[in-house]
């Protein structure tokens, strides 16, 4: 049967999703507690990857297994062998034919910004601190260039695997909240650091160095030197994952963070 679980984790300490040979990854530390649970060896499947530091809130994976548990069995035991800062945050058995990856019609992130001239103690794994002001308002207007399918080739990662470039960006909002500037941004999918160079293209707006018009510019050019700098890991978190109605898939619990 094939089971799908909703994953909460903070991913300070892990070199990313993926398992590593060198390195910790959440898919070992998951796998490994569900061996426990399942009494034989677990692959997971996941929604999509996060790089190294980057968190979530609403990863979606699924594994296949002859074990008979049910899904308040497989959330609880799966946690109880789960560290401090991962959590199974619901469990379900689905038909055979979905797929965590593929089954998936949309991503949606979300990057915070704390954008004051002091740091934070107590929020340096979980935001960027940017202490020169930015203008949310002119981050706005130039993320509306990037609403729509284009080639996002000027966004993404040199060592992105992906087979085609192309990605449709759905929604993208830009707020300031006191000192807090906060980006949500839904897509099909996503190249690989692309929400943080994103974030970093449109920081440099935000901050008065390029007008609004240079995001459209960049965008066009494809070239990933003409854009601004990746904006680090910890201040993205994988928020939720969108799947049809028909698969069943919860969204996750609302989250504080």
């Known amino acids: 049967m ?7 984790y903070d991913g300070t300490a892990y070199n990313g999703w993926q398992r590593q040979n060198t ?19 677990v692959e997971v499947t996941c929604a999509g990857r996060t790089d190294t530091g980057v968190h979530a809130t609403g990863q979606v994976v699924h594994f296949d297994t002859p074990s008979t548990r049910d899904d308040r069995g497989w959330l609880l ?29 949309g991503r949606n992130y979300r990057y ?8 934070s103690a107590l929020h340096r ?13 002119r981050m706005q207007e130039a993320a509306q260039h990037l609403i729509g399918e284009h080639d996002f080739s000027a966004f993404r990662a040199a060592g992105c695997r992906a087979n085609t470039p192309h990605r449709n960006i759905t929604e993208f909002s830009i707020k300031r909240d006191g000192d807090w500037v906060t980006l949500q941004v839904s897509a099909n999918a996503f190249l690989q650091h692309m929400v943080r160079n994103l974030t970093g293209s449109l ?4 901050a008065g160095e390029k007008p609004p ?45």
């Not at 390195?23 to 060896?41: C, F, I, S």
């Not at 960049?218 to 994952?241: C, M, N, Q, Y």
Request: hydrophobic residues 40%; contains cysteine.
């Open 2 to 8: 094939r089971i799908a679980l909703g994953i909460e």
């Open 77 to 105: 035991g799966a946690n109880s062998n789960l560290p401090d800062d991962i959590s199974v945050t619901w469990a379900r058995h689905v038909d055979d034919d979905f797929h965590a990856r593929f089954t998936a019609v």
């Open 213 to 257: 018009e240079w995001i459209a510019e960049v965008l066009e050019s494809r070239d990933r030197k003409k854009a601004g700098i990746a904006a680090p890991p910890h201040g993205l978190t994988l928020v939720s994952v969108d799947y049809p109605s028909m698969a069943g898939i919860p969204q996750p619990p609302t989250s504080c963070t």
């Open 23 to 41: 390195g910790l990854g959440v898919q070992q530390r998951l796998e490994e507690a569900l061996y426990k649970v399942a009494d034989h060896p």
């Open 112 to 119: 915070r910004i704390l954008n004051r001239l002091e740091r």
């Open 125 to 137: 794994h979980r935001a960027w601190w940017v202490y020169q002001p930015l203008d949310a308002e």
């Open 203 to 206: 920081a440099t707006v935000g």
